[in-house]
DNA sequence: ACCTGAACACCGTTCAAGT
DNA sequence: ACCTGAACACCGTTCAAGT
């Protein structure tokens, strides 16, 4: 009896089932608990319902994520100052940052390549910023795919694979510290260039890193031909 | 390895648990049934065994895929001829040769950061390929994990999630379609750049494409300034 | 000492059956 | 028409108990 006037803490009972509802409420699970627990059986608890539920609305367990990943790219920061490489930078910048706010959907956007409209207004402006720098279209183009695919597998190696859980107590730390007791104790013999230049290998802050590398990423697209004829156009 | 004198058609008739064993084992199941298959039950299975009698040389199922991985970088071609570019060209498509075999290994490459020595050795020779260009160093100690990165999250990208399994019939060509119809589809008005390249975006074969990536790469790398302090040498 | 059966706590996905 | 209980076929990992 009485429907529905509830305290707003609770379980909001039963909100219908909806694509819509099931993406926010994986979200939610992926921010707190991070994205292995993102589950179908997961989620559907979550709605108070069975798993059996969501494949109404979604096809599968990859699709879920996918949809999600695209929500997330529809709140990138519109459009930054500076010249079109200091543009391009921030943006890609800000998508490396959603990518590593939620710890495992790089792993994701990395496997299912992410086509959602939000996905392709992304690709839109990268392109776009890479011909306003007179970039050669071909090279812009192939480069499209360098640029996203760094940040993207940036973020999915960096990520931490089980956020808020149980293992990995300070995970990537301590994945760089196996990293660099393994360079450490190379070889001088078999491996004499490691040897050497270990620490400059593991030098420099990951922010450091990321942004040396997007710039070194730029200037080989604008400055490598590729094999597609560029007369293309007129 | 082991040399017991039967039929090598036949499984081996208990062949004595070991390390080795178990990762030869594991080997021959992602090579034939992908690396979703190389469970630890389905390994043990394999073995003629359960599942638990793997924990007793393998930490867990992350290990397990780890070890795989090394094992196969053991075996990458040990030099080509040509200039250092060259050399460094052919390393690395060795390297992503390995991971495009194995589909699926690429991933968990891409999580595990390789750290086995037969990794080592790898970096060693792309660092030692880079300075045999005289690439500043510290570039070049950067530009190591960048080439590396690209070529396994490339392979990862391209790797099916399922290779010789039930879903994904020719699955990378099928995640190109959906990439193409969305690109195709792109509206002009939000999405101009795309809509108009669209066709030049999806250009090229991926052997080209990987190609020019990597010439891009060291292209980038040589020429982009890190914030590292070079006069480290004396 | 070395190995493992059996259990615990999960998964994705399907489909016959309910409302 | 829309939804779901229950089942099928799996997982990783642990640990008490066996040899």
Redesign the pocket.
């Known amino acids: 009896m009485a429907n529905t006037t509830r305290s707003r803490r609770e379980r909001p009972a039963k909100p219908?089932?909806s694509r819509q509802w099931i993406i926010a409420e994986t979200l939610e699970i992926i921010r707190t608990e991070g994205l292995e627990?993102a589950?179908?059986?997961?989620v559907a608890h979550a709605l108070d319902?069975?798993?059996?539920?969501l494949?109404?609305y979604i096809a599968?367990?990859a699709e879920l994520h996918s949809a999600v990943l695209d929500e997330l790219l529809g709140a990138l920061p519109p459009e930054s100052e500076g010249t079109w490489s200091e543009r391009l930078e921030a943006l890609l910048r800000s998508y490396a940052d959603v990518l590593f706010a939620y710890p495992g959907l790089a792993r994701s956007a990395l496997l299912i390549r992410p086509t959602g409209p939000n996905a392709v207004r992304l690709y839109d402006r990268v392109l776009g910023l890479l011909l306003e720098g007179e970039v050669a279209v071909d090279r812009a183009a192939w480069g499209l795919d360098l640029l996203l695919q760094y940040v993207t597998g940036n973020a999915a190696e960096h990520s931490t694979p089980s956020p808020g859980d149980i293992d990995t107590p300070a995970d990537d730390e301590a994945e760089m510290g196996i990293l660099a007791r393994a360079l450490h104790a190379a070889d001088p013999t078999t491996t004499p260039h490691i040897a050497e230049h270990a620490d400059l290998v593991l030098s420099g802050e990951p922010t450091q890193r990321v942004t040396w590398a997007i710039q070194a990423l730029i200037a080989g697209i604008a400055a490598t031909p590729t094999p597609v004829a560029t007369d293309i156009r007129p």
């Open positions: 219908a089932l627990k589950t179908m059986r997961r319902t069975g798993p059996a539920s494949y109404v599968n367990t």
